[in-house]
């Protein structure tokens, strides 16, 4: 098993064209948020910047240097808080920085058959590694599994019915201002 530091490494300069992830939990309890969960649920307007901003310039120079970012988050509407907060604080900002990213939303949309069985989050660095993601019961990372190369099929057909299916983060953004934080305080 990988420790969030391996895996911070591996995903960050481990990859020379494209990145990928899927995400399917509905919370993750990431210490590096550094509060912002519950200053969005509070009410505040904006992310940290000097927690943020490092991370946009990360993914612009990504970007830049010709180097994708993609992700689907598998969802199910109607977004609970910390969904919310996820697109607003994260989504958003990351998507304006480069990153290309999906929504399913299962309340839309039915699962693609190449997703069937996927049932853990998962990374794929430039089609040749696949690592499975491992999460406690409250969303908090236990450890990343790189998987043997025979894994390696599955989770390129699973990433590329995610990405066939999804929504478009800013499409979807769009057509819910319901879970815009200017709108839950009115």
């Not at 310039?57 to 919310?84: F, I, M």
Request: hydrophobic fraction near 40%.
């Amino acid at each position: 098993m990988l420790a969030v530091e391996e895996l911070t490494s591996l995903i960050t300069t481990g990859f020379n064209r494209r990145v990928f992830r899927l995400e399917l939990l509905d919370a993750y309890e990431v210490g590096t948020d550094g509060g912002d969960v519950a200053r969005y649920l509070a009410g505040e307007h904006f992310p940290d910047p000097d927690r943020k901003g490092p991370w946009l310039a990360h993914l612009r120079a990504e970007r830049a240097d010709g180097r994708l970012r993609q992700r689907v988050h598998v969802l199910r509407t109607p977004l609970s808080g910390y969904l919310r907060y996820e697109c607003e604080w994260g989504y958003e900002p990351n998507s304006d920085a480069g990153e290309d990213i999906g929504i399913l939303d299962l309340a839309e949309r039915p699962l693609p058959p190449a997703l069937d069985g996927i049932d853990c989050d998962f990374w794929l660095l430039d089609d040749e590694q696949a690592i499975k993601m491992h999460y406690d019961q409250g969303g908090r990372f236990t450890g990343a599994e790189l998987l043997a190369p025979a894994e390696l099929p599955r989770y390129r057909a699973a990433r590329d019915a995610a990405i066939a299916t999804a929504e478009p983060f800013t499409r979807f953004w769009a057509r819910h201002p319901e879970y815009h934080q200017v709108n839950q305080a009115a």
